[in-house]
């Protein structure tokens, strides 16, 4: 569910009055904050509200993007906030189902961009993720012990720090128009490795299903221009993590194993 908090369209406008917002249409999508697509006569855009209280990391959250705007990234800026709603740009484009080469190779152009940018910001320690994998491993041990053993060496987790890291490029944070990569949703983003920031993007997008292939293709284009190059062998082990990580998570937030069992393959 996309939506946890209702706002009509006349409250819409009564917010932002000088955009004339004649569609609101909530998404499906995402189990934490809310987030609407809506529509003036001639432009769309994001309209999202945090369900949490992170206004220091929402502030943060809109200088990174307007960062990498202006290093030629496409992402979606900050527009404008009244209250505790926000207004983004709203990428040209979609999400990719079926992942083609071209993709995978978009991907590692823009990360490779993206990291070189981040590696020029210092970050503070995020203790949150760490304590976010014990409470996740107490949940699973109580409730799905057989689970628990398959997650049980991410207890030595540690977040390193290269700088920071988007941590969630999954294919749904992603908007390819035609062969451009746009992405989305920042506010998640924590100091962390580059290496593992890589990894995540290639659990999201199927790698594993290619064998080296997509692997070999992602560092062909991401090692041309990042600031750090990084090994196959590296990559390979981050993702055996990212995968468990990311399906300790599935099964912490849905409260079942269904979406955890897309990981772990």
Known sequence: MGVKTVISLSELNSLFPSYNFIEILPTASGIIDTTYIVHTKTTGYI??????????????????LSELKSAGLNVPICLDKNEDWYIYEKLE???????KSHHIQALG????????????KKCDSNIIIEDEVTQALNYVKANFFGYYKRFEFLKDFTHKHDAIIHGDIFKDNTIFNGKKIGVIDFIDSSCGTFAYDVAVALVGFDAREKDDYY?????KNYN???????????????????????????????KNT??????LT
């Open 224 to 254: 041309q221009h990042a600031p750090k190059k990084l090994s196959k062998k590296l990559i390979k082990e981050k993702i055996k993590f990212a995968a468990n990580f990311f399906a300790l998570k599935r099964v912490y937030e849905y």
């Open 47 to 64: 309209l999202k509200r945090y369900e949490r209280d992170i206004s220091d990391k929402i502030a943060q959250d809109a200088r990174l």
């Open 109 to 120: 152009r823009f990360m490779a961009k993206m990291h070189s940018q981040t590696f020029k």
């Open 93 to 99: 484009g979609k999400h990719p189902t079926n992942v």
């Open 258 to 263: 269904s979406r955890a069992k897309e990981l």
């Open 215 to 219: 692997i070999n293709l992602f560092l």
